[in-house]
């Protein structure tokens, strides 16, 4: 069975209600033991014609198709850019406010305020409550309004802005964690980008965690969490 292409029909539908600039946003990195949890956003409206050929879901796309479709992805759209949120971020306010943190700061680099943000997915990490924290805490590069935000099931691989948001996302973090990698050998993270792959438990076990690593998380080698690590192990490609 063929898989849908992305397209605008959603984003248009948005923007013909009344919204001037919508944003597909997408995240990478939520379930890694190590690295920054990364948001990208992607900024379109009404004169936006259709994605670059071949943009799709990060996941359904090998690395080398994601980092051929970087130049296209950046002339497309009004903008773009992706934010982050470090593993101390993760470990002080909880995965879900990490998100939400990553997801400002793209807003706030894309330069432009948002009428309404695409999440994938069927809950709104960006504007909910946070886990712990205030917002005050979190260094943004700028003010950021909150946006109105629309969750779609699949949107990622059913909505344009959110497909190339999550490629652009995707590359950004997998070329962090592959320069975190000659820091830190051991764990081969320019193999498995920070996720559970077994060389990177090994690792865990045999020299602890590293600075990058999630430490709130009970990783494996750090009892009595195995389990709990174990289940975050799931890799994306």
Do not use: F
Request: aromatic share 4%; glycine share 10%.
């Amino acid at each position: 069975m063929t898989r849908p292409r992305p397209d605008l029909r959603m984003e248009r539908e948005l923007l013909r209600a009344g919204a001037r600039v919508v944003v597909g946003m997408d995240e990478v990195g939520r379930g890694a033991l190590a690295g920054p949890v990364s948001v990208g956003a992607v900024a379109v409206d009404l004169t936006t014609r259709s994605g670059p050929r071949g943009v799709a879901d990060s996941k359904l796309l090998t690395p080398a198709a994601r980092r051929a479709l970087l130049p296209a992805l950046g002339r497309w759209g009004l903008a773009r850019a992706v934010g982050h949120a470090s593993p101390a971020e993760i470990d002080a306010y909880g995965i879900v406010a990490a998100l939400r943190i990553a997801g400002l700061r793209a807003l706030a680099g894309m330069g432009l305020d948002a009428d309404v943000v695409l999440l994938d997915g069927s809950h709104d990490w960006l504007t909910g409550a946070a886990d712990r924290g205030e917002l005050e805490l979190w260094e943004l590069p700028a003010p950021v309004a909150a946006p109105l935000v629309r969750t779609r099931v699949k949107a990622d691989q059913r909505c344009s802005s959110v497909a190339a948001a999550s490629v652009l996302a995707k590359c950004e973090r997998d070329a962090l964690m592959v320069a975190h990698a000659a820091e830190h050998p051991a764990y081969r993270w320019e193999e498995n980008k920070g996720y559970g792959a077994p060389e990177h438990l090994a690792a865990l076990r045999e020299h602890g965690p590293s600075p990058l690593h999630r430490r709130s998380w009970h990783l494996p080698g750090t009892d009595p969490g195995e389990a709990r690590a174990a289940a975050w192990s799931i890799m994306e490609p």
